[in-house]
């Protein structure tokens, strides 16, 4: 028999290893079938000393984690009477006197923030009305926008430092984040009724019965990013946990205050008068403390504190990210809020709207994290140094490079480094942008 001609086309795809486009979607299609959103379930925080039924609890070590609030509390006891000793004043009240500037005029931005929101409600009921969905469009993004706008504008134009400028900034964020969600969220599900015929329910959760004003406030108040028209319930509320954790709240605020106002913002005010090398070396303990306190202040008793109140029942807001032997590890446990946000509508969307292969969709994730953090403290500090974003960006190789001590006692090891020297290393130089070029090159 003769053997049959094979075209040079055909040839192509058949002996030359390469995949056909029918192939290639098919193959597309296994690697992203796996990937849903994340579902809310009741989970306790891993650190809760408040519930019997947490990881901490029932841990063995959790006697370290009690010292450690003892040391804290001494620390909170004995600094205002080592100061008061010194200068004369139980509190450093420059910095404190900076703070407090125009500070009526920040902490109402919250309520303004809150009140605009709502304009993601009115989207809903306009998409209702069957308004056109270019017009919906253009309504959600201006209104998006125009947040971060406002709060830009406060920052430049009134006489703000860091902290007032970072509130604002955050607060803007975080009620992007919130916006986008719902707007996002009820877009499909309407798609998903409307392919379903219009039908009627009677359940107060399905579309279009959660659009209403009590459904969307009960979401802004909750301590999550991502919108669900309902979430897992924690039960009755249990005052005495509330009154904990906003004391807890509030104790861990005045011990980052000291933290900075005793130990940090003198290096700041002398920084010129170090040399790089010295200034790290001095910020280095102070910061990592500084930065476990308002770990624990925001994640464990600021997010159960309006957990409780709105009976959230899903705690998770972090996960044992001081156990990550590479970063991938810690930037998807150390602030699971904003990962889930970023997992489900960054990620997922460009999978499933935009049709983005999973690495490169993973890529623009980190690149829109990046983004974001770099607009944060820009306009915090009212100056463009994009340092942040490149030692985000540089996370991307080292992630590469450090594959193979995943999982290993060394790999946290270098992970616990890169934090405790990342950190002194970062803010030095925002510090000492203008000297950048001499630090490099001479």
């Known amino acids: 028999m003769k053997n049959r001609k094979i075209d040079p086309?055909?040839?192509?795809?058949?002996?030359s290893g390469y995949s056909t486009p029918d192939e290639k979607c098919v193959q597309k299609q296994a690697k992203i079938k796996h990937l849903k959103k994340h579902a809310f379930v009741n989970r306790i925080s891993f650190l809760d000393d408040m519930d019997k039924d947490s990881e901490l609890t029932?841990?063995?070590?959790?006697?370290?984690?009690?010292?450690l609030y003892v040391v804290a509390f001494y620390y909170f006891i004995i600094n205002p009477i080592m100061t008061y000793w010194k200068t004369g004043q139980w509190i450093e009240t420059s910095l404190y006197n900076q703070m407090r500037r125009d500070l009526f005029?920040?902490?109402?931005?919250?309520?303004?923030?809150?009140?605009?929101?709502?304009?993601?409600?009115?989207?809903?009921?306009?998409?209702?009305?069957?308004?056109?969905?270019?017009?919906?469009?253009?309504?959600?993004?201006?209104?998006q926008i125009c947040m971060f706008v406002y709060a830009?504008?406060?920052?430049?134009?009134?006489?703000?430092?860091?902290?007032?400028?970072?509130?604002?900034?955050?607060?803007?964020?975080?009620?992007?984040?919130?916006?986008?969600?719902?707007t996002m969220t009820n877009y499909k599900m309407r798609r998903e009724w409307i392919d379903q015929g219009c039908p009627k329910s009677t359940d107060p959760f399905s579309y279009p019965n959660n659009i209403n004003f009590k459904n969307f406030t009960k979401f802004i108040m909750t301590p999550v990013l991502v919108y669900e028209p309902q979430y897992p319930q924690s039960g009755k509320i249990r005052w005495w946990y509330v009154i904990v954790k906003f004391i807890n709240t509030i104790s861990m605020l005045i011990m980052g205050y000291m933290?900075?106002?005793?130990?940090?913002?003198?290096?700041?005010?002398?920084?010129?008068?170090?040399?790089?090398?010295?200034?790290?070396?001095?910020?280095?303990?102070?910061?990592?403390?500084l930065?476990?306190?308002?770990?624990?202040?925001?994640?464990?008793?600021?997010?159960?504190?309006?957990?409780?109140?709105?009976?959230?029942?899903?705690?998770?807001?972090?996960?044992?990210?001081?156990?990550?032997?590479?970063?991938?590890?810690?930037?998807?446990?150390?602030?699971?809020?904003v990962y889930e946000f970023l997992y489900?509508?960054?990620?997922?969307?460009?999978?499933?709207?935009?049709?983005?292969?999973?690495?490169?969709?993973?890529?623009?994730?980190?690149?829109f994290s990046a983004i974001l953090h770099e607009y944060t403290l820009a306009v915090?500090?009212?100056?463009?140094?994009?340092?942040?974003?490149?030692?985000?960006?540089?996370?991307?190789?080292?992630?590469?490079?450090?594959?193979r001590i995943k999982g290993t006692k060394f790999g946290n090891l270098f992970f616990w480094w890169g934090i405790i020297q990342g950190l002194p290393l970062i803010l030095n130089l925002y510090l000492r942008f203008n000297e950048l070029p001499k630090l490099l090159f001479e």
């Open 105 to 143: 005029m920040c902490i109402v931005t919250w309520p303004l923030f809150y009140a605009w929101s709502h304009i993601a409600l009115l989207i809903q009921y306009l998409a209702m009305m069957n308004i056109p969905k270019v017009l919906i469009f253009i309504i959600q993004h201006i209104s």
């Open 152 to 182: 830009h504008y406060l920052v430049l134009t009134r006489d703000w430092y860091l902290p007032q400028g970072a509130f604002v900034t955050f607060q803007s964020c975080v009620f992007f984040f919130k916006m986008h969600s719902y």
């Open 380 to 403: 915090s500090l009212k100056q463009i140094t994009p340092i942040m974003i490149m030692f985000m960006m540089i996370q991307i190789p080292v992630m590469l490079c450090t594959k």
């Open 58 to 67: 029932k841990n063995k070590l959790v006697g370290f984690y009690n010292m």
């Open 259 to 289: 933290i900075v106002s005793n130990h940090i913002y003198p290096i700041i005010l002398n920084v010129n008068a170090l040399t790089l090398v010295d200034s790290i070396f001095q910020m280095t303990l102070p910061l990592i403390f």
């Open 291 to 337: 930065c476990l306190t308002l770990f624990n202040m925001i994640f464990e008793n600021y997010c159960n504190f309006w957990a409780e109140l709105t009976h959230f029942g899903d705690r998770q807001f972090y996960t044992d990210w001081w156990n990550s032997t590479d970063y991938e590890e810690f930037n998807r446990n150390w602030n699971r809020p």
């Open 344 to 367: 489900r509508h960054v990620y997922l969307e460009l999978i499933f709207e935009f049709g983005f292969g999973v690495k490169k969709a993973q890529l623009a994730t980190f690149l």
């Open 9 to 15: 086309q055909e040839q192509d795809t058949t002996s």
